[in-house]
């Protein structure tokens, strides 16, 4: 199988962290070896190449089981962390192992390692014996010291290196987390182990706290013996190599603490730090901005938490800004803030309904798509109109335009509202019109037809399917009045109710009662001229 420059570098960016962690465990195991405990019957009866050969042997083929294991275990992953592979190209069951490996990849990486200084510790504390018996015939040792010399290896090298191997793997194998997981949801991969911040912080206090006293009191415990059995002058020398063995173990403690602490806290306060950037862009109003979740931790929970409110912030936003375009600003914020009661209820509003005129033979004479074209830019016009007086579209039917002033908000003034909207739709027209001559369009004309009394108003519809609509005398009327703006050849009239309910300064002239379908009785109208 052919391996990619990317992969190369992050195969061997992993195998040079394993390597060096290793070494650093292999260091301070010959340090407690060498310094803090010595085994006499190695030192007085072996040969002096034997010890440093066989640790160089037997230290090869471990880290070399431990290199390959691990490649065994990551080499999938590189795939897709280089992004030479999209996990979303891989069917689900495959793609659901490969993110559980990359969630436990720095766990299980400490998790070998730290074995296999447990077989370390077997082989240079009982193979190691044995074998220099048979080499050499000496006799083996006691117990005490196999179990002092396994402590050593297991606990001072394999701890340290696996708490090293975790903590620098899991911070350069973050950055390809987010590679697995597109769209976050970390906490849907089941049966994932990932040592929670808790853990991970109880973790780096025992270590911290414990690792130095076992061997401080190895030393002391060693050395006491020692100055049991010695003369004044051994004691002498016994007691200035303890001072300088102590100051010794204390600086590795110390240096391995400051860099566990630092490994820790920045796996901590760097999400922690995204996390709170991110919220300041919220707040700049960034509903674009996403944090990308790197563990299945609190902080990971807190993150995807954080993203999902953000996600819905969004949609609310655009579900807004949809709205928006149906109403005014303020009918808007009123409804979506609850303040507004969409339940059925009688209200008193202004009714105002428009209709193309001669509308059907241009759209005969037209191709559809500058049909669409044309009644969409006056669409656009109209409503702008009417939003810009708080007037409220309830629906489009055909070239027809239906919409209410004084609901669902109230407004004393809803007469002079759709008045007002009313004037301004002609005055956009016309502008209109003046465009559509310039494209070879004849011009357009509209009929208003404008009435104020009570209605019902509500949410009505379907259980799958509703929208706000008004219904009543009132709103049929309305339509009416509407119809015979074509009759009286003028663009808006008005009812007798509206026109001696208006505030404002507008002129009006009186036309015919007429009779109207529904109504036993004539309709007084009145033609609106424009604002006095």
Request: one cysteine or more.
């Amino acid at each position: 199988m052919l391996i990619t420059k990317q992969e190369r570098s992050m195969r061997w960016t992993i195998i040079f962290l394993i390597v060096v962690g290793n070494a650093i465990g292999a260091v301070l195991t010959r340090f407690y070896f060498l310094i803090i405990y010595q085994p006499s019957w190695v030192k007085l009866e072996l040969s002096p190449h034997y010890d440093t050969l066989f640790f160089l042997i037997s230290t090869s083929l471990l880290l070399s089981s431990s290199v390959w294991i691990t490649r065994r275990l990551s080499l999938p992953l590189y795939q897709i962390a280089n992004d030479e592979v999209s996990i979303d190209s891989i069917d689900k069951e495959s793609a659901q192992i490969l993110k559980r490996k990359a969630i436990q990849l720095p766990a299980s990486i400490a998790v070998i390692s730290f074995l296999v200084w447990i077989l370390a510790g077997f082989i240079f504390s009982l193979l190691h014996p044995v074998a220099a018996q048979i080499l050499y015939g000496i006799d083996l040792p006691d117990l005490t010291v196999c179990l002092k010399q396994f402590f050593g290896i297991t606990f001072v090298g394999g701890l340290i290196t696996a708490l090293f191997l975790y903590f620098t793997i899991e911070k350069y194998w973050r950055g390809s987390i987010p590679k697995f997981f597109p769209e976050g949801n970390l906490s849907q991969v089941k049966d994932a182990f990932m040592p929670h911040v808790y853990h991970r912080l109880l973790i780096a206090f025992v270590a911290i706290s414990l690792v130095p006293l076992p061997l401080l009191g190895i030393v002391a415990y060693a050395k006491a013996q020692a100055l049991h059995k010695a003369d004044a002058i051994v004691r002498a020398q016994l007691l200035s190599s303890l001072f300088m063995e102590i100051i010794i173990i204390t600086f590795i403690c110390v240096v391995f603490s400051i860099v566990l602490s630092i490994f820790v806290s920045t796996s901590v306060s760097i999400p922690l730090d995204k996390l709170a950037n991110a919220m300041k862009e919220v707040e700049k109003g960034n509903l674009d901005v996403r944090v990308e979740i790197v563990s299945n931790d609190e902080i990971g929970s807190v993150t995807e938490g954080f993203n999902l409110m953000v996600k819905g912030l969004k949609e609310s936003e655009s579900i807004k800004e949809s709205f928006g375009k149906y109403v005014s600003q303020e009918i808007r914020d009123e409804i979506l803030n609850g303040r507004i009661s969409l339940d059925g209820e009688m209200k008193r509003a202004t009714l105002l309904f428009s209709d193309l005129r001669d509308f059907t033979p241009l759209v005969e004479s037209m191709h559809p798509k500058e049909v669409v074209t044309i009644m969409n830019q006056y669409f656009t016009q109209m409503t702008e109109a009417i939003k810009e007086n708080r007037g409220l579209v309830l629906q489009y039917v055909g070239d027809e335009i239906e919409a209410v002033f004084g609901a669902p908000v109230s407004y004393e003034d809803h007469m002079d509202m759709a008045v007002k909207a009313a004037l301004e739709m002609r005055r956009r027209l016309i502008e209109l019109n003046k465009n559509f001559e310039k494209q070879g369009v004849n011009p357009l004309q509209h009929g208003i037809g404008i009435h104020t009394g009570a209605v019902l108003a509500g949410n009505i519809g379907s259980k799958d399917r509703i929208s706000y609509a008004l219904v009543g005398d009132t709103v049929n009327l309305a339509s009416r009045i509407m119809g015979l703006t074509k009759e009286f050849s003028c663009d808006i009239i008005l009812s007798q109710t509206t026109n001696s309910l208006l505030t404002g300064d507008f002129t009006a002239e009186q036309l015919s009662a007429v009779k109207v379908k529904g109504k036993k009785e004539k309709v007084l109208i009145y033609k609106l001229i424009d604002y006095a």
